[in-house]
């Protein structure tokens, strides 16, 4: 029971704590690598500290000690760590890893000496399989935890609340393992049901918008929708990235009329993204058109838009909630003009909205001379090298797609892309044009001067240097996500290669205390995180945003460890079915990108969610059947507190590696093929280094 709730409330914590952090630190991939890496870490070493407890009933404390830790570290999330950041500032990757330590510390040590602790116990009431039983209670409860959160608790309560009813499952756990009704217990629960009722939810989240009157915040599947006020201004945000602002005209004048004019008799103009500020309202200017269809897949976002942007109208355009992806796959209409306005690729799931596989897409719901039109980071009189590869990267990608790209330094730099004629004589085209007089900003004076020769020619310097260094943007290969990452960190006057360098020597220093079989475990949980990851972007990739799917998904992995870890009944040749497992996760991991690729030809989104759900439970099974096999072995060699830290930990480290380097170093350089062929073949020594092991004893 212990283990079960332990692990429901570590999924549902884990979840809480990342969706935190994403907003505090406005975060990409690397943002929930370190988190995730933290997390995982920072149990490991709880698991050993588990070993040293002998007095009998603490595991009791520590559950009653356990359930004030997710709602003191959402608080501390969102009221503390934004008083150690300067106003305006971004948080660097030193701070988030610093920061998230702080945060996690308490809620991992905790639950990590506990997965001994219970090991423990089980070992001395159930004799064999203690190790093992205690980790299929653990992701049973993790698979019950993410489908709780996906599927009721994120559609009806806050993060406050949740954490409140948490407080209360681990308050009764504490009670039914110590098997009396203690003051603490009821006192405890007490004030977790005052939490829940009060539900300080926007009053602790204030100081994330200092100077700013917050009044309107929304949790979406998609992140947390803000609205805040300054004087006249109000902006738009998700996950504190500002999605656009009132009043803005320059943004929605300049987001519509470059392509707009090189069209100025469309019809049929599509918005994909980033219209709630308005952009609708200057398309209309241009009497031929007869149709918008404005596209957003966050339904929160409109509600902000519709509530608090004086230039959004919904009797302006068709609005359609659906991924842009997914939609533009199965439209059929034609359309003469398609708006991009997404932030620049600073994640995996934005770099999606960059690839060739995207602009392909966009263009099959193009009329034959269509544009499309692709804004990116701000224009500058000077390009960092970060900055030249990304535009680079986009301008070589659109190029690989469409006969005829054009580049444009106005506010942003602006992409247009065609198979028909595209004219860069913007101030001449709009001084021909009926809209002109109708504009506050986009007038040929100011855009003569945005639109200099010597702002051309910048630009187009730093695009041919970034052409000489960058491949095409790909789905499965994110180079633009890598050139925009390496942006944001260009931002930090910080040491990276120091940083990277010392965890190298730590990792190395660690699996050298590690025996073949707790490598093997190492290696699979480095495998496992991988893999997920890889399942994920390419379910992305192939059928649209994970939406809810994300916690389905991960639900299917941890229901796959569960079921692998129930077969404890190989009595027989345990070594040479660890060695076969260790070989079938390195096959299993060197197939993945041709079976993820295999999804492209799958019609039916059922038939698509089934089969990236069997990758994921058949990936998890071995690696699941795998870690009961070892934790048995150990059990049989050491002491089962002794047994449950080492195998515990080294899965975890071994995860913690994985969903690091994956996220934010593998996947961006070497694409899904390169980063499937590492964890595969890690697992291919590991397999080799078990069977010399066992052929010396």
Known sequence: MAALAVGTASIITQILLIREFLNIFQGNELVIGIILGNWLLITAFGSHLGKKPKKAGIASYLLLALSVTPAAAIMTARMLLPLMLPSGAMASPVFVLLAS????LPYCLISGMLFTLISREWKKGAGKHAVSRTYLADTIGSVLGG?????????????????????????????????????????????????????PYLQTSKQLFPKQKLVLQEESPYGRIAVAKRSSQTTVYENRIPLFYSPGVEDREETAHYAMLQRPSAKRVLLLGGAGKGTASEVRKYHDVEQIDYLEHDRSIIKAAR????????????????????????????????????????SIALNRYFTKEFFAETKRVLSPRG????????????????????????????????????????????????????????????????IAGENQYFIPEFIDSELSSERKSHLQQAITNGMEKSPVNSDFKPVAFEHALKYWLSHFQENYSLYLFIMAVALLLYLKTLNPKSFALFTSGFAGSTGELIILVAYQAVYGELYKMTGLLVSVFMLGLAAGAACQKVRKKRNSAIVVLEMLIAFSMLALPFFSRRAYSLDSGILIHLYFSALSFVLAFIMGFEFSLIATLREQETKAGHAAAETYSADLVGSAAGSLLAATLLLPAIGIAGTALTAGFLNIISGLLLTVSFHKK
Do not use: C, W
């Not at 407080?167 to 939490?195: C, D, E, M, P, Q």
């Not at 059929?332 to 306005?341: E, S």
């Not at 390009?383 to 006969?403: N, R």
């Open 101 to 104: 330590i702080l945060v996690l």
């Open 147 to 199: 489908i709780l959160f996906t599927f009721l608790l994120l559609e009806l309560f806050k993060p406050l609340q949740t954490s409140a009813i948490l407080g209360i499952a681990l308050a009764i756990s504490s009670y039914l393992v110590a098997g009396k009704l203690k003051l603490s217990h009821i006192a405890l629960a007490a004030l977790f049901v005052l939490l829940f009722i009060i539900n």
């Open 307 to 346: 509530l608090f942007m004086p230039g959004f109208s919904l009797s302006e355009q068709n609005v359609v909630i659906d991924d842009p992806r997914r939609f533009v796959k199965k439209h059929k209409q034609k359309y003469d003009v398609v708006l991009l306005d997404f932030p620049v690729p600073s």
């Open 371 to 434: 544009v499309l039109s692709v804004p990116t980071i701000p224009s500058a009189n000077y390009y960092s090298s970060e900055a030249e590869e990304f535009l680079g990267a986009t301008y070589k990608t659109l190029s690989a797609v469409f006969q005829n790209v054009i580049a444009l330094p106005g506010r942003r730099v602006y992409f247009l892309a065609s198979d028909g004629q595209l004219n860069g004589n913007i101030p001449g085209l709009l001084r021909n044009a009926s």
